[in-house]
C-alpha cells in the first residue's frame, strides 16, 4: 500500500550556522568516495567532542529558524536534534517513513502521543498542518526546555502538553544517560550503550576525559496518566520502546491507535528481539508492518512510500527501523492482503 502524502520539510534555516555546527555538518554531506572525506570525519568529530563539552559546561547559544518561511523559532545550538533543519539529507523531509505515517493516519482533532518528543519535529509540524493534539513526553530537562520554548513561539500552547519523565512499566526513578553530543541518543536503557560502537568519538572523550552525562528522571506508564483520547503513538525511546508499550497495554487495548515505534538492530541477531513486539501486538489484534521508503539514488529525494506487511526476513542489520503497528479492525484492505 502507497502513502500518498506531500512530504517536505516545514523548518528552514535563515543566515549562518554557530562556526562549529559548520563543522560538524562537512562530514555527513561530504561525498562516501572524496578524498577528503577522512579529513572531514575528524573535524566532524572534533566538533561532536566541542558540543558534548559545550552541554556539560551550560554553555548554550540560540540561532533562528523558522516555520513555513514566516514564523521564527529559536534552535538551542547544542541541541544536535535540530540537524533536522540544517543538514543537507534533511532538506526535503526528516525521517520521511515517520513522517508520511503521520501525515497519512492522523486527522483534525486527533491526540497523537510523540514518546521520545525530543524538541519536537513531528509535533510541532502535524500540530500545525494536521491540526491535532500532542501529548509530548521527553525526559531530558535540557530538552523539556527546547520543547516549551518553540510551543511559545509558534503560539501553539494550548495545542501540545508536555511531559518531563520517562515512560516505562511503572512508577520509580532511572538513570538518563547521554555519552555524546547527539541528545537524540540519550536513554534510560541501559544495554544501549554497551552495543554502541566504539571508534574515534569514544578516544577523543577519553582523551578530554569527558565522562557521560547522568541525570535521574521519573518513570511513569503511560496508562497511570488516564488520558480520554488517544489515536496515534509515535515511540523513538533509543531501546526503551517494549517497556513503554507495556505500561501502555490498558490504553492500547481501549483506544487502539496508531502506532509507530523504532527497533535497532545494530548487532548480528539483534532483530530476534522483534518477537516480544511480535507477541505484545498479536495479544492485542495488532499488525505490524514495515515502512518502506524509495529513494532516488542520484538526489536522495524520495520517490515515494508504502507498507507492506513485516517479515523479519526484510529487514537489515546494522540499521535502524521504523514499523507500524496497526489494530485489524483498522487495517485498510490493501494492506490486509499482504
Known amino acids: 500500500m502507497e502513502l500518498k502524502v506531500e512530504l517536505e520539510n516545514p523548518y528552514k534555516l535563515r543566515g549562518s550556522l554557530p562556526y562549529w555546527l559548520r563543522i560538524y555538518t562537512l562530514y555527513p554531506e561530504t561525498p562516501r568516495k572524496n578524498v577528503f572525506r577522512a579529513i572531514f ?3 566532524y568529530h572534533l566538533a561532536r567532542v566541542y558540543g558534548f563539552f559545550r552541554i556539560k559546561t551550560g554553555n548554550h547559544k540560540l540561532f533562528p529558524i523558522y516555520f513555513d518561511g514566516s514564523t521564527k523559532i529559536r534552535a538551542r545550538d547544542t541541541n544536535s536534534q535540530f540537524s533536522s533543519v540544517y543538514l543537507k539529507e534533511y532538506f526535503q523531509v526528516y525521517e520521511p517513513d515517520v513522517s508520511s505515517v503521520l501525515q497519512y493516519f492522523l486527522r483534525e482533532g486527533d491526540v497523537l502521543a510523540d514518546i521520545g ?42 495545542k501540545i502538553q508536555v511531559f518531563g519523565c520517562a515512560l516505562s512499566e511503572k512508577r520509580g526513578t532511572t538513570e538518563l544517560i547521554q555519552s555524546y553530543f547527539e541528545s537524540g541518543l ?3 536503557e541501559q544495554s544501549v550503550f554497551e552495543k554502541r560502537k566504539k ?25 497511570s496518566f488516564n488520558f480520554k ?19 501502555s497495554r490498558d490504553s492500547i487495548n481501549e483506544f ?79 494492506l490486509s492482503l499482504g
Open 256 to 334: 487502539k491507535p496508531y502506532i509507530c515505534f523504532e527497533y535497532h538492530a545494530f548487532h548480528v541477531g539483534d532483530l530476534q528481539g522483534l518477537n516480544q513486539f511480535s507477541n505484545f501486538f498479536d495479544d492485542l489484534g495488532y499488525v505490524m508492518y514495515q515502512i518502506n521508503v524509495e529513494k532516488n539514488k542520484s538526489s536522495n529525494f524520495v520517490n515515494r512510500v508504502f507498507l507492506k506487511k513485516l517479515k523479519i526476513n526484510n529487514l537489515k542489520e546494522g540499521t535502524h527501523h521504523n514499523i507500524l503497528a496497526i489494530h485489524s479492525s483498522k487495517t485498510p484492505p490493501s
Open 117 to 158: 518528543a525530543n524538541w519536537g519535529h513531528h509535533s510541532f509540524q502535524v500540530i500545525k498542518r494536521n491540526n491535532v493534539n500532542v501529548l509530548a513526553f521527553e525526559a531530558n530537562p535540557l530538552v523539556v526546555e527546547d520543547i516549551n520554548r518553540i510551543a511559545c513561539d509558534l503560539n501553539v500552547e494550548d
Open 186 to 188: 540519550a536513554s534510560i
Open 199 to 223: 571508534g574515534t568519538i569514544s578516544k577523543l572523550h577519553q582523551l578530554f576525559k569527558l565522562l557521560p552525562i547522568k541525570q535521574f528522571v521519573a518513570t511513569r506508564s503511560f496508562d
Open 41 to 43: 570525519r575528524f573535524l
Open 229 to 247: 483520547k488517544l489515536n496515534f503513538m509515535k515511540i523513538d525511546a533509543e531501546g526503551a520502546e517494549i517497556g513503554i508499550l507495556k505500561g
